[in-house]
């Protein structure tokens, strides 16, 4: 069992990814500003009120921790037409020499389908209300993936096509190859299954995975 840091642990895949690592056993340090809310207990879970931007807390975060789970996101709203984005861009440059320092090397980033790459397997349909609607905060994942990429860390950028309230179903598929990459649905639950095998899991390292039904 491993030592788990979770980013963004309060709501979405990040809380789904926190109760997924607790039933296989793992410790987890889930993080969050708003880490208080989250709505799991365990004793092997730690609620860590913290800000992805502070590096101070970051560093403080990761003492002891095995593995890092990245898994930031926005709400919808105005921020995603009008306003700047540099969250995810931020977060990344403070977390990468945090790990570094800490010495802790596997990091399983969430960024999603339509990020790096994989936005030129996207047909006109899907790219025009894609640039129109998630547009900025995707153009910060973009700066976000090729750090991690410049980085030595031990690396998995996962890439979930549009996202569910489903159950978990294990019946997904990791599209690992640029020619079958494809949008699609597939439920929170699920993408936090394949972040959490990738904690023991060598096979995806430096590899930037689509995951669809």
Same mark, same amino acid.
Request: with cysteine; hydrophobic share 45%.
């Given at each position: 069992?491993? @030592?788990? =840091? *979770?980013?963004?642990? !309060?709501?979405?895949?990040?809380?789904?990814?926190?109760?997924?690592?607790?039933?296989?056993?793992?410790? &987890?340090?889930?993080?969050?500003? !708003?880490? %208080?809310?989250?709505?799991?207990? %365990?004793?092997?879970?730690?609620?860590?009120?913290?800000?992805?931007?502070? +590096?101070?807390?970051?560093?403080?975060?990761?003492?002891?921790?095995?593995?890092? *789970?990245?898994?930031?996101?926005?709400?919808?709203?105005?921020? =995603?037409?009008?306003? +700047?984005?540099?969250?995810? !861009?931020?977060?990344?440059?403070?977390?990468? +020499?945090?790990?570094?320092?800490? #010495?802790?090397?596997?990091? *399983?980033?969430?960024?999603?389908? #339509?990020?790096?790459?994989?936005?030129?397997?996207?047909?006109?349909? $899907?790219? &025009?209300?894609?640039? =129109?609607? =998630?547009?900025?905060?995707?153009?910060?994942?973009?700066?976000?993936?090729?750090? *991690?990429?410049?980085?030595?860390?031990?690396?998995?950028?996962?890439?979930?096509?549009?996202?569910?309230?489903?159950?978990?179903?294990?019946?997904?598929?990791?599209?690992?190859?640029?020619? @079958?990459?494809? @949008?699609?649905?597939?439920?929170?639950? %699920?993408?936090?299954?394949?972040?959490?095998? $990738?904690?023991?899991?060598?096979?995806?390292? #430096?590899?930037?995975?689509?995951?669809?039904?």
């Amino acid at each position: 069992m491993a @030592n788990i =840091l *979770i980013i963004g642990a !309060s709501k979405g895949i990040g809380l789904e990814a926190t109760r997924r690592a607790l039933s296989e056993g793992h410790t &987890v340090r889930a993080m969050a500003r !708003s880490a %208080d809310r989250i709505p799991l207990s %365990d004793e092997k879970l730690e609620k860590r009120m913290a800000d992805a931007l502070d +590096p101070a807390e970051l560093e403080s975060a990761l003492h002891g921790v095995d593995a890092v *789970i990245q898994a930031l996101g926005i709400a919808a709203g105005p921020e =995603l037409l009008f306003r +700047p984005i540099n969250l995810f !861009s931020e977060s990344t440059r403070i977390l990468l +020499p945090a790990m570094a320092k800490a #010495g802790v090397k596997r990091l *399983i980033c969430v960024t999603g389908y #339509g990020a790096g790459d994989s936005r030129a397997s996207m047909g006109c349909l $899907q790219s &025009v209300p894609f640039r =129109l609607f =998630l547009g900025r905060a995707y153009a910060d994942k973009d700066i976000q993936e090729r750090l *991690i990429r410049a980085s030595q860390l031990e690396w998995v950028i996962v890439r979930p096509v549009i996202l569910t309230h489903g159950r978990h179903t294990g019946r997904y598929q990791v599209l690992d190859d640029p020619k @079958n990459w494809r @949008n699609g649905f597939i439920s929170r639950a %699920d993408v936090a299954d394949f972040l959490v095998r $990738q904690i023991r899991d060598d096979t995806y390292i #430096g590899k930037t995975p689509v995951l669809a039904y």
